[in-house]
């Protein structure tokens, strides 16, 4: 099944998917960061904001009603994208049916804010690095890139899926039920990958949830703080 297919599926009868039309707590944490390290400086009505993958929109939703942020979401579901234009009714967002994979349609350094959550893993090496170019040209001096994924450092579940559904490229897996590959994070790549080009001030990472019997049974994530410099 194609990609965006699936998506939609699971936009109208989530089985893959948890959908929520509450912000991320990751997202609430990263902002009361900003909060309390800059003020207002960087969540204020003049914030223009990035979401790559954006979903329904739940958190730029959020930064839009909590702070008057402005921005942009980007999602490859159109169903997706009807719900969040439905939910952000009245507020100063806009929604676009587009793949992260191509380059962003935004001017040079006219974005203060950037998420990338739940999103690239999806996307090969040369599209991650590809992305990874696009948010640096469209984040202004200073502006911050907020990015969550999973993470593969004790979490069973990857382990076993990178050894029984490798992809072709090291790292990832076939997604037994999308049936496309996904990558997973460990610290070090995510550091190799973005220490060059940004500033990382804060990784989260997600607890180890385990049954009684050791199993796992929530996937680990790893959240960064990244600033452009």
């Known amino acids: 099944m194609p990609k965006k297919d699936f998506w939609n599926k699971q936009?109208?009868?989530?089985?893959h998917l948890e959908l929520s039309i509450d912000?991320?707590?990751?997202?609430?944490?990263?902002?009361?960061?900003?909060?309390?390290?800059?003020?207002k400086a960087f969540l204020n009505v003049t914030t223009k904001a990035v979401d790559l993958g954006c979903g329904n929109g739940r958190n730029l939703i959020c930064l839009s009603r909590e702070f008057g942020v402005h921005g942009v979401g980007y999602d490859t579901s159109d169903v997706a994208i009807r719900d969040a234009k439905t939910a952000a009714h009245g507020l100063p967002l806009q929604f676009e049916v587009r793949s992260i994979a191509d380059p962003i349609p935004l001017p040079d350094a006219s974005v203060a804010l950037a998420l990338d959550m739940m999103s690239s893993h999806v996307l090969t090496k040369v599209e991650r690095e590809a992305l990874r170019g696009e948010v640096l040209r469209t984040l202004r001096p200073n502006g911050w890139l907020f990015f969550k994924s999973f993470l593969l450092e004790d979490d069973l579940h990857a382990k076993r899926l990178l050894k029984?559904?490798?992809?072709?490229?090291?790292?990832?897996y076939i997604h037994p039920e999308i049936g496309v590959p996904e990558y997973v994070w460990t610290e070090y790549a995510l550091r190799e990958f973005f220490e060059p080009y940004f500033t990382i001030h804060k990784i989260e990472k997600s607890h180890k949830h385990r049954h009684a019997d050791g199993s796992a049974w929530k996937r680990r994530t790893v959240s960064a703080y990244l600033q452009k410099g």
């Open 23 to 39: 912000p991320s707590e990751d997202l609430k944490k990263f902002t009361r960061y900003l909060l309390r390290e800059h003020g």
């Open 164 to 172: 029984e559904s490798p992809a072709a490229e090291e790292g990832m």
């Open 11 to 15: 936009y109208k009868k989530p089985t």
